[in-house]
């Protein structure tokens, strides 16, 4: 093999890696073999073994998990899992494209066991999480009904505040300090309402929104762990 | 050889490598500085040196040299500050096995 098969054989190795990944990891190994010398491919390219290694390095690089694993002797760095027989005999068997190995999958009987313990867990936690899903329906409803409540007291003390007012207009022609009374505190109530009628504003602008935002991110929570475990 | 490196010390040793230069330094030099101290197979390099740029403690600029361009990299402030803290580690660290090392040989 020589510098530009390695190189050409790299690049395939690394088709999973972004497109930025790639470019400067292909360009630093091809500054490389620039810098070392025609006179020094030979040697380069036994040192770095084969494309597989280099590219098996890199991915495990990127993989902030591995960071632990192996360890660099005087003698170069060492990682169980590349002297390990299977790696070796990965390495040797080319027609496998893939770096790693598949994620095991599980064979037939395990499946099956995996449902009849499903099977087996409804009946205990079937009813568990049905309560669960009622008390949350309880406590949305009743903060439904909460925000119900205040805005229609909103209305009626805008409403409640304008008849006071009128009526207190009209007692002032009879009774002039009672009627000045009543339309005060007619004015009185219809602020009070104007208050609550923003409150209303509020919840329904700021805080319903943030709530069904805060809702979807709790059902979301398991995926994104899932995702981010992928 | 009965000592191990660790990924500590190796990412100590390529900012000591790199910081010698003040205008930054290119792959091949790194390595063959680095294989003065310690013998490390060409393929571990690149990892390290990624691994020390994507925490902002090298840079790496691009310059023309010999009608291609060559990758340089440098340490940044954060680097610098990396490095020292691993310096005194390691004087404390190397300091303590010495005196043990050398105590042993008082009582012969």
Known sequence: MNRYEFMRELEILLSDLSPQERADALSYYNDYFDDAGQSNEENVLKELKSPREVSDKIKDGLNEASKNQGSFTENGYTDSRYTHPDFMANTQNKTSNSPYPTPKKLSGWQIFFIILLALIAIPIFGPIAFGAISVIFGIVLTIICIVLTITILAFALLILGVVVFVVGIVTMFSVPFAGVLTSGVGIIVFALGILLGLFTIWIYAKAVPACIRGFVALCRLPFKNRRKMA | ?108
């Open chain 2, 1 to 108: 050889m009965v000592f191990n490196t660790g990924a500590a010390l190796l990412d100590a040793i390529v900012l000591a490598v790199v910081s010698k230069e003040a205008d930054g330094t290119y792959g091949y030099k790194i390595t063959q500085d680095v294989r003065e101290a310690i013998d490390i197979s060409e393929s571990t390099l690149y990892p390290v040196l990624r691994r020390l740029q994507k925490d902002d403690c090298l840079s790496v600029y691009d310059q023309e040299f010999g009608g291609r361009n060559r990758r340089y990299y440098k340490v940044t402030q954060k680097g610098v500050v990396q490095l020292n803290l691993y310096r005194a580690e390691w004087k404390a660290y190397s300091n303590k096995i010495s005196k043990i090392f050398g105590g042993n040989d008082l009582n012969e």
